[in-house]
């Protein structure tokens, strides 16, 4: 059972807000991800980390930030929230060279 | 480069009738792959992958895929079609050594009474 946990679920926010979207697991993953996915579309790879202390930006060009303080948590922050924001962000862990990723239940924000 | 093709965008059947997924791969390397799915408002979840073991990997809930290097492909099969299959189901493909997963564009199956 993977124990990989996003809050909040649901977020409804006003542009112009500043948010922050949590992802903490509790495996000891050394890896952890942030994707983001539109209703129906495939998964883009917006930021990842291989260990504490290391970020890197995905392929998709996005205007959130990330932090990597403690290995079980990784934080996604937008300084000024904006309606092309609008979408599912889902947070993914995985440990070793290559093995699965384990995904949390997803945020999904919306901003008016 | 690294890509991943799902070959069908939706797919339905009848309860009781086999499924077929479909995915094609590019990979330069020894690949890994993996079939996910996601169910409304769900988190993904795995149902099985490669790792350049047995080509013929057995998942959870009676789902199978069959590696076929000399086609580049990684179909997605159970024998028998649930109500509860109903989701969407994604294709990834990685390469050993890489933090990159590549998810193809997804397959909705709908499963019909």
């Known amino acids: 059972e993977a124990d990989i946990y996003q809050t909040p679920r649901y977020l409804v926010i006003g542009t112009g807000k500043k948010i922050t979207l949590e992802c903490s697991q509790t495996m000891g993953h050394d890896k952890m991800y942030w994707y983001q996915q539109d209703p129906g579309m495939e998964l883009h790879l917006i930021h990842y980390s291989y260990g504490v202390n290391s970020t890197e930006k995905g392929d998709l060009s996005s205007e959130s930030t990330v932090s990597r303080i403690r290995t079980e948590h990784f934080p996604l922050t937008l300084e000024s929230a904006r309606p092309s924001h609008t979408s599912q962000y889902l947070c993914?862990?995985?440990?070793?060279?290559?093995?699965?990723?384990?995904f949390g239940p997803g945020t999904r924000l919306t901003v008016t | 480069a690294q890509s991943v093709t799902q070959l069908d965008s939706h797919v339905s059947v009848s309860e009781g009738t086999p499924v077929l997924l479909r995915c094609n791969y590019s990979?330069?390397?020894?690949?890994?792959l993996f079939w996910y799915v996601q169910h409304p408002n769900k988190g993904l979840q795995l149902l099985l992958k490669y790792t350049s073991a047995a080509t013929l990997v057995k998942g959870i809930n009676g789902f199978e895929a069959e590696f076929k290097k000399s086609e580049t492909s990684f179909h997605l099969t159970k024998p028998s079609a649930h109500m509860s299959d109903a989701a969407e189901y994604f294709c990834v493909v990685s390469e050993v050594g890489t933090y990159k997963y590549i998810f193809g564009t997804g397959t909705r199956l709908k499963v019909l009474a």
């Open positions: 990979s330069s390397y020894s690949p890994s």
């Open positions: 993914a862990s995985s440990e070793g060279r290559v093995y699965e990723q384990y």
